[in-house]
T-cell receptor
Framework: KNEVEQSPQNLTAQEGEFITINCSYSVGISALHWLQQHPGGGIVSLFMLSSGKKKHGRLIATINIQEKHSSLHITASHPRDSAVYICAVRSGETSGSRLTFGEGTQLTVNP | NAGVTQTPKFQVLKTGQSMTLQCAQD?????MSWYRQDPGMGLRLIHYSVGAGITDQGEVPNGYNVSRSTTEDFPLRLLSAAPSQTSVYFC????????????FGQGTRLTVV
């Protein structure tokens, strides 16, 4: 079982829909990151959080430390939101405080 | 402010060839790392550095070398390329090791034939 599990693997939505991507992890963490990767492009950090909730524009990230679960929400989705969204956790239990990544969620938003 | 700069963006190598992937950051970050991204798998750590002169192995270090002679640069060397090293490589940096934002380069798509 992977230390970081994301669901769903693939998600197709219509423009304007509310989207939720989930991330569950099995290790103790110091922080959780949500990243965005566009086709052929690099990786951009969206959020880093260790508790509670953060909001940036139409994106909202929440984390429940007790349940070891985080969600990324996109309100009023738009075709430009189409990308791979990656959850990563930074754990003090592993050497080098490395980031451990989920496999990513491919989001496609159709007009 | 360029952030994290990776070169080249694309590279094709023949089996047995060597090459260096370059990574530079201009944010005075202490922590730098190299990851590879393969289909169906999350990014995996190859090597990392917590400061100039200090490097250590990650999850998948075999076949790769790194050095950190300056804070800014963290090159990744493939000593003798193998088809199993066909992947997309990302360099990342952060100010510290723990609760700090990670910045990624644009990636290098490497094909070994």
């Amino acid at each position: 079982k992977n230390e970081v599990e994301q669901s769903p693997q693939n998600l197709t939505a219509q423009e304007g829909e509310f989207i939720t991507i989930n991330c569950s992890y099995s290790v103790g963490i110091s922080a959780l990151h949500w990243l965005q990767q566009h086709p052929g492009g690099g990786i951009v950090s969206l959020f880093m959080l260790s508790s509670g909730k953060k909001k940036h524009g139409r994106l909202i990230a929440t984390i429940n430390i007790q349940e070891k679960h985080s969600s990324l929400h996109i309100t009023a989705s738009h075709p430009r939101d189409s990308a791979v969204y990656i959850c990563a956790v930074r754990s003090g239990e592993t050497s080098g405080s490395r980031l451990t990544f989920g496999e990513g969620t491919q989001l496609t938003v159709n007009p | 402010n360029a952030g994290v700069t990776q070169t080249p963006k694309f590279q094709v190598l023949k089996t047995g060839q060597s090459m260096t992937l370059q990574c530079a950051q201009d944010m005075n970050h202490e922590y730098m790392s190299w990851y590879r991204q393969d289909p169906g798998m999350g990014l995996r750590l190859i090597h990392y550095s917590v400061g100039a002169g200090i490097t250590d192995q990650g999850e998948v270090p075999n076949g790769y070398n790194v050095s950190r002679s300056t804070t800014e640069d963290f090159p990744l060397r493939l000593l003798s390329a193998a088809p199993s090293q066909t992947s997309v490589y990302f360099c990342a940096s952060s100010y510290g090791r723990w609760n700090t934002e990670a910045f990624f380069g644009q990636g290098t798509r490497l094909t070994v034939v």
